[in-house]
């Protein structure tokens, strides 16, 4: 994306000009009378004529064939909003619509009259071109390979525009995001195990973090028993990535990101029917946003120590299998009953838990994609949020608020911890019954972190999107990519 400044209007570009109007009446009348002398061109008695009337997020679009220089003015009806996330969300919306119409319309150059609009405040700015930036994305890959979009976006307006930090860490943010959509996306045949260890080596290499990655032989002497057990059906070998990023400056903390990185769940022989079985390519998800934000924190540089574990299999079917009745014994020596092998997710993050925890770090946050309970409960607009420490569950619940990726606190209720005590081991991997599936889960989760403050987000509901509209395409989300990166950034 390239940005201009301009101070006047009168530098619109030919192609495509989107003033915000605002709801006040008296600011409307003064905005309309501007772009009547600025532009010769009557706004305001071609609103009346075709009787407009002002609605929030709607667009007019004045065609005006006549005129010289000018092929399309658009009216963005533009809310005073007081909360934050929702204001955030329209300055996005507002980025995303000046994109899609730009391509609509074929052009090159798209003005944005900002003098209603605040860039001066960093949020809103970033809001903004991370609206624009993440609807330029297509995935492609199997169809007919679209040229990219490159649209110029030419700011008008007399205070300060918006600086160049913030637009790289825009550009940064909507890049990975992009990434983990990518990933995401791909057909699972295209995305076993072993290709995340490949992204994960070129992200590595191009963002200078440190890689290790840990295969089956490795992961044996370790007793990394969840993952070996679930990647047990599969012909593609499991592996336990972990990335490394160490700012230049000694970093005051270290916080450890967790994400499942199932990269086709079929259920095991616990086998899920066919159209639960549709989508489960996206069982990576949480794995995707860890390794898509470790490039983001590399190339922003940021301040904090970050480390990645990626625990990556296949949840297949074979002789060679894990059967319900099962027992393992995980990395931490506490035994599992695993009754049902659909819930591999929680088995393969038990031990990426154990690794984190090992190394010490202030915080563990774990992204997964763990329960269809949570799609239930919460639906596709909100992520489930568990966490150990209010301060960590209210920085993370700020964070995504500031993303525009909503995140709703569950409880870590230990009332149900009796709902998952094994008979014949000490804890089982499913609940007894289908109640608070969610929260069975992280409570499975808990037992595998010990002191270490701790954050769980249940992405199954989010990841996945079928809107097609503002910022977001039909496919994977890229959720928790941005939500992360400001949690990350705003640690001191
Ligand atoms: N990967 C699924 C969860 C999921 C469901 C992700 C829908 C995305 C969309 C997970 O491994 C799973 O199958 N969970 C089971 C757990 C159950 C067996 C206790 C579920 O939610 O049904
Ligand atoms: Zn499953
Ligand atoms: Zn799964």
Same mark, same amino acid.
């Given at each position: 994306m390239k940005i201009e400044h301009f101070q006047s209007l009168k530098n619109h570009s030919r192609e495509l000009l989107i003033v915000p109007l605002p709801k006040n009446s008296k600011l409307q009348s003064q905005k309309l009378k501007e772009l009547v002398s600025v532009l010769g061109f009557n706004v305001s008695a071609e609103l009346k004529r075709r009787s407009l009337e002002w609605k929030a997020g709607q667009m007019f679009g004045l065609d005006t064939p006549t005129h010289k220089q000018l092929k399309t003015v658009l009216l963005y009806c533009w809310d005073e909003l007081k909360d934050d996330y929702k204001l955030l969300n329209q300055y996005r919306a507002l980025g995303? $619509?000046?994109? =899609?119409? %730009?391509?609509s319309l074929k052009a090159k150059v798209v003005s944005l009259d900002y003098t209603l609009l605040d860039l001066t405040t960093n949020k809103n700015a970033l809001a903004l071109l991370e609206g624009f930036e993440l609807s330029n994305y297509s995935f492609s890959k199997y169809t007919k390979e679209k040229a990219a979009n490159t649209i110029t976006l030419r700011l008008i307006g007399r205070r300060k525009g918006i600086s160049t930090t913030i637009a790289k860490q825009a550009r940064v943010a909507a890049t990975a995001t992009k990434l983990a959509r990518d990933l995401v996306n791909l057909p699972p045949k295209d995305c076993p195990p072993r290709h995340l260890v490949a992204v994960a080596r070129?992200? %590595?290499?191009?963002? =200078? +973090?440190? +890689?290790?990655? +840990?295969? !089956?032989?490795?992961? !044996? !002497? +370790?007793?990394a028993n969840g993952l070996l057990a679930v990647s047990q059906g599969s012909t593609e070998p499991p592996f336990l990535i972990k990335l490394s990023y160490r700012p230049s400056k000694r970093p005051k903390k270290t916080i450890a990101l967790v994400g499942k990185g199932v990269t086709f769940d079929s259920g095991g022989l616990s086998i899920k029917p066919a159209d639960g079985m549709m989508t489960m390519k996206i069982d990576m998800a949480g794995a995707a946003a860890v390794l898509a934000t470790m490039q983001a924190v590399a190339e922003l540089k940021l301040s904090v120590a970050v480390k990645a574990y990626i625990p990556t299999t296949e949840n297949m079917i074979s002789g060679d299998a894990q059967k319900p009745g099962d027992i393992i014994r995980a990395m931490n020596g506490k035994t599992i009953e695993v009754l049902n092998t659909d819930a591999e997710g929680r088995l393969i993050l038990a031990d990426a838990l154990c690794l984190a925890e090992k190394d010490k770090p202030d915080a563990i946050i774990d992204l997964a994609t763990l329960t269809g309970a949570v799609v239930v409960a919460l639906g596709t607009d909100y992520a489930g949020l568990y966490a150990t420490s209010e301060k960590? =569950?209210? $920085?993370l619940l700020n964070a995504g608020n500031q993303a525009g990726e909503r995140l709703w606190p569950l409880p870590l209720a230990e009332e149900y911890d009796p709902l998952i005590k094994g008979s014949f081991s000490d804890i089982r991997n499913i609940g007894a019954g289908r109640n608070a599936g969610s929260i069975t889960a992280a409570l499975f989760l808990k037992h595998f972190v010990n002191k270490t403050d701790w954050a769980h987000l249940d992405i199954a509901g989010t990841a996945w999107t079928d809107k097609d509209a503002d910022y977001l395409t039909r496919g994977g989300v890229g959720f928790g990519v941005r939500t992360l990166i400001n949690y990350l950034a705003n640690i001191r």
């Amino acid at each position: 994306m390239k940005i201009e400044h301009f101070q006047s209007l009168k530098n619109h570009s030919r192609e495509l000009l989107i003033v915000p109007l605002p709801k006040n009446s008296k600011l409307q009348s003064q905005k309309l009378k501007e772009l009547v002398s600025v532009l010769g061109f009557n706004v305001s008695a071609e609103l009346k004529r075709r009787s407009l009337e002002w609605k929030a997020g709607q667009m007019f679009g004045l065609d005006t064939p006549t005129h010289k220089q000018l092929k399309t003015v658009l009216l963005y009806c533009w809310d005073e909003l007081k909360d934050d996330y929702k204001l955030l969300n329209q300055y996005r919306a507002l980025g995303a $619509q000046a994109f =899609r119409r %730009a391509v609509s319309l074929k052009a090159k150059v798209v003005s944005l009259d900002y003098t209603l609009l605040d860039l001066t405040t960093n949020k809103n700015a970033l809001a903004l071109l991370e609206g624009f930036e993440l609807s330029n994305y297509s995935f492609s890959k199997y169809t007919k390979e679209k040229a990219a979009n490159t649209i110029t976006l030419r700011l008008i307006g007399r205070r300060k525009g918006i600086s160049t930090t913030i637009a790289k860490q825009a550009r940064v943010a909507a890049t990975a995001t992009k990434l983990a959509r990518d990933l995401v996306n791909l057909p699972p045949k295209d995305c076993p195990p072993r290709h995340l260890v490949a992204v994960a080596r070129q992200v %590595a290499r191009k963002s =200078r +973090l440190k +890689l290790e990655v +840990l295969n !089956k032989r490795t992961l !044996k !002497k +370790l007793g990394a028993n969840g993952l070996l057990a679930v990647s047990q059906g599969s012909t593609e070998p499991p592996f336990l990535i972990k990335l490394s990023y160490r700012p230049s400056k000694r970093p005051k903390k270290t916080i450890a990101l967790v994400g499942k990185g199932v990269t086709f769940d079929s259920g095991g022989l616990s086998i899920k029917p066919a159209d639960g079985m549709m989508t489960m390519k996206i069982d990576m998800a949480g794995a995707a946003a860890v390794l898509a934000t470790m490039q983001a924190v590399a190339e922003l540089k940021l301040s904090v120590a970050v480390k990645a574990y990626i625990p990556t299999t296949e949840n297949m079917i074979s002789g060679d299998a894990q059967k319900p009745g099962d027992i393992i014994r995980a990395m931490n020596g506490k035994t599992i009953e695993v009754l049902n092998t659909d819930a591999e997710g929680r088995l393969i993050l038990a031990d990426a838990l154990c690794l984190a925890e090992k190394d010490k770090p202030d915080a563990i946050i774990d992204l997964a994609t763990l329960t269809g309970a949570v799609v239930v409960a919460l639906g596709t607009d909100y992520a489930g949020l568990y966490a150990t420490s209010e301060k960590l =569950r209210d $920085q993370l619940l700020n964070a995504g608020n500031q993303a525009g990726e909503r995140l709703w606190p569950l409880p870590l209720a230990e009332e149900y911890d009796p709902l998952i005590k094994g008979s014949f081991s000490d804890i089982r991997n499913i609940g007894a019954g289908r109640n608070a599936g969610s929260i069975t889960a992280a409570l499975f989760l808990k037992h595998f972190v010990n002191k270490t403050d701790w954050a769980h987000l249940d992405i199954a509901g989010t990841a996945w999107t079928d809107k097609d509209a503002d910022y977001l395409t039909r496919g994977g989300v890229g959720f928790g990519v941005r939500t992360l990166i400001n949690y990350l950034a705003n640690i001191r």
